[in-house]
């Protein structure tokens, strides 16, 4: 499944706005349904007002009227793959089971798989937010 979501993600990552770091990042989710939604880092000159590609993603997924992503991909041009960051691990729990499968990745083919569960362990969540 991962190869239709490595091909999403790197098209998309050529579409970065990363003038300040040059640093091109893309990511593509995969919803409940089986969509595929893309998002690509955005720089702003006033740092830090710019948005991760994960965030992206995960704003297209929800524009388009979903709420469960299944699976996700995410590409640098790194020499190692990268980890979505902090606010991205819980932006992709916000919408995804610990069971999710995350994939990070280079532009050079290495690729790392873990969980959402793994890159975030004891997420806060919705049931946090109960009285």
């Known amino acids: 499944m991962s190869s239709s ?3 999403a993600a790197v098209a ?3 579409n970065a706005h990363a003038p300040y770091s040059n640093f091109k990042v893309g990511a593509a989710i995969r919803a409940g349904s089986g969509a595929i ?5 955005v720089e702003n000159v006033a ?13 297209a997924m929800v524009a388009a009227g979903e709420t469960k992503l299944s699976e996700a991909y995410v590409v640098a041009g ?4 990268v980890t979505p960051c902090g606010g991205c691990r819980q932006k992709l729990a916000e919408f995804g ?3 999710v499968a995350v994939t990070m990745a280079t532009t050079g083919g ?3 798989q873990t969980t959402l569960a793994d890159l975030l362990p004891g997420a806060f969540g919705a049931a946090h937010m109960k009285g």
């Open 5 to 7: 979501l490595r091909k």
């Open 12 to 14: 998309v990552r050529e």
């Open 37 to 41: 939604y893309v998002g690509c880092n």
């Open 47 to 59: 740092y830090p007002e710019g948005t991760c590609a994960e965030a992206g993603a995960i704003a």
């Open 78 to 81: 790194s020499d190692l793959p």
């Open 97 to 99: 089971a610990g069971d």
């Open 110 to 112: 290495i690729e790392q």
